[in-house]
């Protein structure tokens, strides 16, 4: 494929949804894969999932291995500090510089706020775990939950879970 191409992933406890993106905005390939919170499955796990997600994404679409993508913007449940993403973002960089030339994380919530438009939103998840942000049009935010079902999201669908399965 020529063109750059782009990857984002909105990574949740339970799945993890993912998109290629030629540079004029066309999507290439949705896919669906398995939970992407690193602090559930652990970091090396985690980075595991996502690079063999984009093997497979790249695999599906005709984009040859050794094609390195231009970017990557992971929001993912669990990311909720600073200095922890950018500290992700190092270690997959460095882990893949054959695979990504740059990537970018950040909370599940920060996804479909600029999804939605720049001039701010609210977004609250009701999943695995719960979660909220509001981004005001001045940049400003606040936040609520986030702390992750094995704390205590009440609001969300954790307490399901071990009659689901």
Same mark, same amino acid.
């Given at each position: 494929?020529? $063109?750059?191409?782009?990857?984002?992933?909105?990574? #949740?406890?339970?799945?993890?949804?993912?998109?290629?993106?030629?540079?004029?905005?066309?999507?290439?390939? %949705?896919? /669906?894969?398995?939970?992407? =919170?690193?602090?559930?499955?652990?970091?090396?796990?985690?980075?595991?999932?996502?690079?063999?997600?984009?093997?497979?994404?790249?695999? =599906?679409? #005709?984009?040859? &291995?050794? %094609?390195?993508?231009?970017?990557?913007?992971?929001?993912?449940?669990?990311?909720?500090?600073?200095? !922890? =993403?950018?500290?992700?973002?190092?270690?997959?960089? &460095?882990?893949?510089?054959?695979?990504?030339?740059?990537?970018?994380?950040?909370?599940? /919530?920060?996804?479909?706020?600029? /999804?939605?438009?720049?001039? $701010?939103?609210?977004?609250?998840?009701?999943? /695995?775990?719960?979660?909220?942000?509001?981004? =005001?049009?001045?940049?400003?935010?606040?936040?609520?939950?986030?702390? $992750?079902?094995?704390?205590?999201?009440? !609001?969300?669908? !954790?307490?399901?879970?071990?009659?689901?399965?």
């Amino acid at each position: 494929m020529e $063109g750059r191409v782009f990857c984002g992933v909105e990574g #949740g406890a339970s799945v993890s949804q993912m998109v290629l993106v030629s540079e004029k905005g066309d999507i290439l390939l %949705k896919l /669906t894969g398995p939970a992407c =919170n690193y602090l559930l499955s652990g970091i090396e796990e985690c980075q595991m999932r996502l690079a063999d997600m984009i093997e497979k994404a790249k695999e =599906n679409t #005709g984009i040859k &291995r050794e %094609k390195v993508l231009d970017g990557l913007g992971l929001c993912m449940s669990g990311c909720e500090e600073e200095e !922890a =993403n950018r500290e992700f973002e190092r270690i997959f960089v &460095r882990k893949h510089p054959d695979m990504i030339k740059s990537c970018h994380v950040a909370s599940d /919530t920060v996804g479909p706020v600029y /999804t939605a438009g720049l001039k $701010g939103g609210i977004v609250l998840i009701a999943g /695995t775990g719960s979660n909220s942000l509001l981004l =005001n049009p001045d940049g400003t935010t606040a936040r609520c939950g986030g702390w $992750g079902h094995l704390l205590g999201d009440e !609001a969300s669908g !954790a307490h399901f879970l071990p009659t689901m399965f």
